[in-house]
Structures are given as structure tokens and as C-alpha cells.
């Protein structure tokens, strides 16, 4: 049995990730994204502001009613209104929590709520009172803590466990905090505050200076058993804390801070891009854990090590966070035996004479290309022009799609031979145009692959920037990818996919 301590995983992704500039959602939007935490086991989500708007309102709502296993809450002000409404938004689900907050530093009190001091200690006070009536599960937090007097903070602490808070959230509004004095606050806050035993402390911290997530770990450090985090770390300005790192640092090293989470760890990636693909936020190619980067390795010392034992340069391993495997990116700081490497993957084999001159023309290529595609590494094997040696080539392709309807694509494809191919206009009412032109290739060609992976990337900006479409297929017990450039992404697709094929066939013609 596992005996180390739990930390409770709080997401805010649909609160206060989506309060950020450009990351507003729709209903089915956020219904999407509650299903995926939960699926990543998240113990509570915070599905919004209730009382912001009719739609946030509808929001928690639905989110409460659909949602079975996390605890559901959501954000209300300490006035009787917001609270009501999150009673009502939140009422349905047996499983809720209100969280009230109110400002708390004096930067606050002076130049927004106009309060004084015991207007505020009066209001968290009333507020956690409240809300308890409507729920048993009452968190309070004290807006800007991390810039409030200590001693103010303590009191007003001390009213919302009195009032009957459950979970006391101690957040870093503004990022402002850095690791060892926000420890010590939270020693201080666990130390003096009457009956802290009988609550469980929070953090939730933003990252205006890139410190949420280490500002959190020193607070569990310190005695705090939630963290409050968003997906892909999206929250207001610099955002909150990343819940795939936070998460990631606790299981990395377990044996350094011996805490747990629930979060289904192989999940991360997947809730990731549903993220960034619903709130259109890129996740950055250099971004921990669900970066692009973050399991690809350029370096010839690198790729020399990772191909000896994964451990040499990774602390930790894709599959854990649900990304298929480490990526070895050909390119000119590559070494021979990454090179090596690839050549095999793709199924050829070479002997120790043919090496050297395909390694150096690899590195000759590399010196002018940004990424060195599978399709460049054959041709330098095959010391051809692969373009020319390609079974299938794209002749014509027409797409039409819509959203009542589905999506139609008419092909034409020219084979080796010269003869040209043309697909059966084919309509599928569940699926979009990248789907009908596979389906139209597989029906030309002959091929009905397993779709592994398939990935956008934009290779250049504005109007006419092109579309990178890269493609995985399993066949036979073997991966193969394939990229196609263009300017239409659904060509892009077409093309991508004829690689895949041209390369089977090669591989078959090989063998
Ligand atoms: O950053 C903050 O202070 C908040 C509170 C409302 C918890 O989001
Ligand atoms: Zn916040």
C-alpha cells in the first residue's frame, strides 16, 4: 500500500484557465474538457464563476449534473448573490464545493474593494457561513495572500475555519512569492491559525515570474496537501501552475518530497492537446512535459546515449506522460549512430563500406535542411531520388465537406505505370474531408492502414503559410511516417498519407 501522503489535485482549467485573454470556451467546450479530467483523475474540478455570467452559470450546471466522481465547484464572491447562484449551479451534484473568496492585502482593500479591515475579516467570516449552510465542502480564499500582512492573514484564516471552511487556499494572485518565503508563510499560516488541523491547506499560484510551480512545491513542502493547477499552466497573464508539471515533479521525485497524486500520469498529453487545440493557447515547443522537445533529442552525444540506455538524458519516460516514445530529430548536430539508427528503423540495412559516404552526405544535407525527413534519409540510402521510385502520385484531389452532412473527396492518383486511378465518390456522414480522402486512397490503392498518430504543424505564418502534415500507420508490425507540405492541409494530409503507402511498397519490393 502506498503510504505517502496525498495531494489533492484541484483543477481550475475552466475557471481560472479560462479566464485568460483568448481562452474563453463554449458549453460543449468545457463539457469536453470536464469529461478528460476526469478521466486524468483529478479530485476537484472548478467549473467556473457561477454567478460571472448566464453562461458561466449554465456552465457549472451542466458540468455538475454530467460529471459523476470529482467534487464539482465553483467560485463565488462572500455576497449573498454569488453564493446563491453557486448553490443553485451547484446543487444537483451530491459531490460540490462553494469556494468563496475576498480580497485580503491591503493594495487590494484600499485601491479596489475600498474595505476596511474588519469589513473583510466581517465578509470571509459571513461568507464561508453561508455557503456552508447550502454545502458541507466550503473552500475560503483570501485573495492576494501572498502580499497580505501576516498577521491580518492569520485572523481572517482563523474566521473562515471558524465559519466552518473545509479547505483554506492560500493564493499567490499576482506571482509575486518566491519559494522559501512562501514555505514559510504557509509554517506560519499552519503554525498559528487556530484548528489548522482541522482543514486541509491550498495553494494556487500564478507564474508572472515563472515560479508557480516550484512557489507550490515549497508550500506542500510546508504543509499544504491541495495544489491548484490548469492545464498547460493557461490562467490570467502568465498563467497559473502547470498541472502536468506539478504533478510530474511529485512522481519524478517521490522519493524526495514522498507525496502521490491520483492523476492518471499517461493521460497528460492527450488532456494537453485537447486543450490547446479547444482554447487555440499553442503549448510551446520547449514546454516541460508536454513540449514538443520535451522527449526529442538533436545532439549527436545525446542521441549516442539515449540509443545506449533512455536514462542517460531522460528523467523521466514519455509513456508515463502519454506520449508514444522519445524522439531522436535527424538533424545536422545527429551522429552516426542515430543515423544508423533511422536507417534501420526504416528497414534498410547497410553495410560498415556503405556508411561513411551515406553518413556524409546526411551531414551535407543536414548543413542545408532545418529537419531531415524519413523520405530524405531513404533517398540518401538508396542514393536515388525516391520521388522517382514512388508507386502512387497525387494527380487531382477535390473536398468538400459540411457540417450537416459529412464530407465527400474525389481522387485521381497516378500509378508507376501511368495509369491514373480514380476513387468512387464516396460520402460518410460522421467524418470530416481528411477522413473521406483516406478512405478515397485506401480504396484506390488497395490499403487499409491502422492510423497511429497525425499531426498539424503550420511551417511558415500568414495568408498563404503551409501546412505540415506528418502520419503514423502501423502495417505488418511496422511504423512507418510520412510528411506532406502544402498549403491546403487537407493536401497535406492526401500527401502525407501517399508517402506512407509509396514506402510500404518499397519496403515490400525490397524484401
Ligand atoms: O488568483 C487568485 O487569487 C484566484 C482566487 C480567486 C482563488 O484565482
Ligand atoms: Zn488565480
Redesign the pocket.
Known amino acids: 500500500m502506498n503510504q505517502s501522503k496525498e495531494v489533492i489535485i484541484f483543477d ?1 482549467t475552466l475557471r ?1 484557465g479560462e ?1 485568460a485573454p483568448g481562452c474563453s470556451m463554449t458549453l460543449g467546450e468545457k463539457l469536453k474538457i470536464a469529461h478528460a479530467l476526469k478521466d486524468l483523475n483529478v479530485n476537484v474540478i472548478e467549473a467556473g464563476f457561477a454567478a460571472a455570467s448566464p453562461g458561466d452559470f449554465e456552465a457549472v450546471n451542466t458540468i455538475a449534473k454530467e460529471i459523476e466522481g470529482p467534487t464539482i465547484c465553483t467560485l463565488a464572491r462572500c455576497n449573498p448573490d454569488d453564493i446563491e447562484q453557486a448553490h443553485k449551479a451547484l446543487e444537483a451534484n451530491p459531490n460540490r464545493r462553494i469556494h468563496v473568496f475576498v480580497a485580503t492585502s491591503e493594495i487590494h482593500l484600499k485601491h479596489k474593494l475600498n474595505m476596511a479591515k474588519e469589513e473583510v475579516l466581517k465578509a470571509a467570516y459571513e461568507g464561508v457561513k453561508m455557503a456552508k449552510e447550502f454545502c458541507d465542502n466550503v473552500e475560503f480564499s483570501p485573495e492576494d495572500a501572498s502580499r497580505t500582512d501576516h498577521d491580518f492573514l492569520t485572523e481572517v484564516v482563523n474566521a473562515a475555519i471558524d465559519a466552518g471552511a473545509t479547505t483554506i487556499n492560500i ?1 499567490d ?1 499576482v506571482g509575486y512569492t518566491i519559494p522559501y518565503e512562501f514555505g514559510e508563510l504557509f509554517n506560519h499560516l499552519i503554525t498559528n491559525c487556530e484548528n489548522a488541523d482541522n482543514v486541509i491547506f491550498s495553494v ?1 499560484c ?1 507564474d508572472d515570474l515563472g515560479l508557480s510551480v516550484a512557489n507550490s512545491l515549497a508550500a506542500l513542502e510546508s504543509g499544504a496537501r491541495q495544489v ?1 493547477c490548469t492545464i498547460n499552466g493557461i ?2 497573464r502568465a498563467g ?1 501552475t502547470s498541472l502536468e508539471e506539478v504533478c510530474m515533479a511529485v512522481k519524478t521525485r517521490k522519493e524526495y518530497f514522498d507525496f502521490h497524486t491520483s492523476i492518471d500520469t499517461t493521460k497528460l498529453y492527450p488532456t494537453s492537446r485537447l486543450v490547446s487545440s479547444i482554447t487555440g493557447m499553442h503549448v510551446p515547443r520547449n514546454k516541460a512535459i508536454v513540449g514538443d522537445n520535451a522527449f526529442s533529442h538533436e545532439a549527436g552525444i545525446h542521441q549516442h546515449g539515449m540509443l545506449r540506455h533512455a536514462s542517460t538524458y531522460e528523467i523521466m519516460k514519455p509513456q508515463d506522460v502519454g506520449i508514444g516514445r522519445s524522439n531522436l530529430v535527424l538533424g545536422k548536430h545527429s551522429g552516426r549512430h542515430a543515423f544508423l539508427d533511422r536507417v534501420k528503423e526504416l528497414g534498410f540495412e547497410i553495410s560498415k563500406d556503405e556508411l561513411d559516404p551515406a553518413f556524409k552526405e546526411f551531414k551535407k544535407l543536414a548543413d542545408r535542411k532545418k529537419e531531415i525527413f524519413d523520405s530524405d534519409i531513404e533517398a540518401i540510402v538508396l542514393n536515388a531520388d525516391t520521388s522517382r521510385l514512388n508507386t502512387w502520385e497525387l494527380v487531382d484531389l477535390e473536398t468538400s465537406s459540411g457540417s450537416s452532412w459529412g464530407a465527400l473527396a474525389d481522387l485521381k492518383l497516378r500509378k508507376i505505370d501511368g495509369t491514373v486511378h480514380e476513387s468512387a465518390t464516396e460520402k460518410r456522414r460522421s467524418s470530416g474531408p481528411i477522413d473521406s480522402v483516406f478512405n478515397a486512397i485506401n480504396q484506390i490503392t488497395g490499403y487499409n492502414l491502422e492510423l497511429i498518430n497525425f499531426e498539424i504543424h503550420s511551417v511558415s505564418v500568414g495568408e498563404d503559410a503551409q501546412g505540415e502534415v506528418t502520419v503514423t500507420v502501423n502495417f505488418d508490425g511496422q511504423d512507418y511516417r510520412g510528411h506532406g507540405v502544402s498549403t491546403d492541409i487537407i493536401e497535406s494530409g492526401a500527401l502525407a498519407y501517399l508517402e506512407v503507402i509509396n514506402r510500404i511498397e518499397r519496403n515490400r519490393e525490397r524484401h
Request: proline share 9%; net charge negative; glycine share 10%.
Open positions: 481550475t481560472d479566464q493564493p494572485t494556487h500564478h491548484e490562467g490570467e497559473n
